[in-house]
């Protein structure tokens, strides 16, 4: 099983550029979240995913956007990129209509670099 | 608001012996908790989780935790610690009604020493 996967794995952008993180689960979950991982902060939520069709922002939701596109994927955009934003990012999936007691499950993370 | 405390950026313990890595919350109500470990390049990895009852949870690879709700605590354990035990873990909190989200603690890193 792939789990949740993430694409690209390393990214580096000069300040200003755009960029698409795409994430991909086949675990058939119905919510899904970005976090960025930065040092001493632990994860921070940015945007997560409900269920297919909703979207909703997170904690750090300024400078980002996300499509639902459907059940499987989650993507997150960078539109003008600034050197704040270089971070380690994490997509994850969790089937909520059980309950919110399940875990969640993560990609290997994209990582990040602003210039 | 919802928080997630681990006291300590950094554990330090000899391969045999036992581990505490100590997390703390603030969650109104009645919490759901997680322990998650992250290795090196990798995402993170669900240990266990405290729902209700039994106030010690056994989980993945010999770890357990124990929920102490008048301590408002739940840390991490290992009888005998392994090298390969050696990452980051975190913990983390959510509300057990309607859809909430995870709250994450920072991190601790544990080293453990052959």
């Known amino acids: 099983n792939a789990g949740v996967t993430q694409t690209p794995k390393f990214q580096v952008l000069k300040t200003g550029q755009s960029m698409t993180l795409q994430c991909a689960q086949d675990?058939?979950?119905?919510?899904m979240y970005w976090y960025r991982q930065d040092p001493g902060m632990g994860l921070r939520l940015i945007y997560y995913?409900?269920?297919?069709?909703?979207?909703d922002k997170g904690e750090v939701p300024n400078g980002y956007n996300v499509s639902r596109l459907n059940k499987r994927e989650f993507s997150l955009r960078l539109e003008s990129a600034a050197p704040s934003q270089t971070s380690v990012y994490f997509c994850?999936?969790?089937?909520?209509?059980?309950?919110?007691?399940?875990?969640?499950?993560f990609g290997d993370g994209t990582r990040l670099s602003i210039l | 608001a919802q928080s997630v405390a681990q006291p300590e950026d950094q554990v330090n313990v000899a391969e045999g012996n036992p581990l505490t890595v100590k997390c703390t919350y603030s969650?109104?109500?009645?919490?759901?908790l997680f322990w998650y470990v992250q290795y090196p390049n990798r995402g993170l990895q669900f240990l266990l989780k405290?729902?209700?009852?039994?106030?010690l949870v056994k989980g993945s690879y010999g770890f357990e935790a124990e929920f102490n709700k008048s301590q408002t605590s739940f840390h991490l354990k290992k009888p005998s610690a392994l090298v390969s035990d050696s990452a980051l873990y975190f913990c983390?909190?959510?509300?057990?009604?309607?859809?909430?989200?995870?709250?994450f603690g920072t991190g601790t890193r544990l080293l453990v020493s052959p």
């Open positions: 994850a999936s969790s089937e909520s209509r059980v309950g919110p007691n399940q875990p969640q499950h």
């Open positions: 675990m058939n979950h119905n919510s």
């Open positions: 995913s409900a269920s297919e069709g909703t979207t």
């Open positions: 969650v109104s109500g009645n919490p759901y």
């Open positions: 405290y729902i209700t009852g039994d106030n």
């Open positions: 983390a909190a959510r509300m057990n009604t309607g859809f909430q989200k995870l709250v």
